[in-house]
Structure formats: structure tokens, C-alpha cells
């Protein structure tokens, strides 16, 4: 059973790109083989839409069968409960 309050960890794809994501005061920089900056107001702005996205591609596919065993239904759960509550958090 997870534990409440755990994050969720999500590895990156060894097939795509894992830029790094570095936060310094009101910036971001994104390093790939370029390095990137935005304002942290853009980048959220950019993020909340994506995942706003992602999000609805879920909603309006059928629904997902809740995997087996347990472990695995549990981990579903959470993912689900983690992208919510940070989704709705409130940076400022």
C-alpha cells in the first residue's frame, strides 16, 4: 500500500528528449543542446496548458481499465491523485 503523501515518480523516456529544468528566481531555464530561458509566469502558463491537454485526452478516451494486481491499481490511484492536487496548487 503507498504510504499518503508520497510523490509519484515518473522516469524519463529513453527514447525522447529529458531536457533539465532549472529554476532560478523568476526564470527558467531549460537546458536540451540549447539552453532556453522564460519568465516563470510563461513557463507555468505553458505547463498548466499542456497538462490541461494531457488531461483531456483522458477524459474524453474510454475508460481506463484500473490495472491488477494491486500494487499497480494503487500506483494508478496515486499518479491520478498527485497530478490533481498539483494541478490545482497555486504558485505564485
Given amino acids: 500500500m503507498l504510504k499518503p503523501g ?8 529513453n527514447q525522447g ?3 533539465e ?15 532556453q530561458s522564460v519568465s516563470f509566469q510563461d513557463w507555468k502558463e505553458s505547463v498548466f496548458a499542456f497538462a490541461d491537454e494531457v488531461r483531456g485526452f ?3 478516451s474510454s475508460p481506463e481499465v484500473v490495472p491488477d494486481p494491486e ?3 494503487e ?3 496515486a499518479f491520478w491523485q498527485e497530478w490533481r492536487s ?3 496548487a497555486t504558485y505564485s
Fill in 21 to 35: 529544468v532549472i529554476h532560478r528566481h523568476n526564470k527558467i531555464l531549460v537546458r536540451t543542446e540549447q539552453e
Fill in 75 to 77: 500506483g494508478w490511484t
Fill in 58 to 60: 483522458y477524459d474524453e
Fill in 86 to 88: 498539483r494541478r490545482e
Fill in 71 to 73: 500494487a499497480l491499481r
Fill in 6 to 13: 508520497c510523490n509519484v515518480v515518473c522516469m524519463g523516456c
Fill in 17 to 19: 528528449r529529458n531536457p
